[in-house]
C-alpha cells in the first residue's frame, strides 16, 4: 500500500533533481514514473492513505480468419 506514496515521491524528487542538474534523463521504470499520475497525484493530493485502481484494456483475436469479439483486461 505504501508503494504508491514512495514511487510518486521519488518520482517527483528525480523531476526536481533533472531541473536543476542539466543533461541527465528520467527513468522510465513503471506506470507510476508517467506525467500523468504525476500531474494526476499533484492535483487531488494522493497521500500514502489513498488507494489507486488501474485498468488496462486489449483486445485479441483468438482466431485468424474468424472475426472474435474477445477482450482481455489486466
Known amino acids: 500500500m505504501c508503494y504508491l506514496d514512495q ?3 521519488e518520482v517527483a524528487e528525480m523531476l526536481d ?3 536543476a542538474e542539466d543533461g541527465r534523463d528520467i527513468i522510465y ?5 508517467g506525467s500523468e499520475i504525476q500531474d494526476l497525484a499533484e492535483c487531488i ?3 500514502g492513505n489513498d488507494t489507486v485502481v488501474s485498468l488496462s484494456l486489449n483486445r485479441a483475436q483468438l482466431y485468424q ?3 472474435s469479439d474477445t477482450w482481455i483486461s489486466i
Open 7 to 9: 514511487k510518486i515521491k
Open 17 to 19: 533533481n533533472l531541473q
Open 29 to 33: 521504470d513503471n506506470i507510476f514514473s
Open 45 to 47: 493530493k494522493i497521500t
Open 65 to 67: 480468419n474468424k472475426k
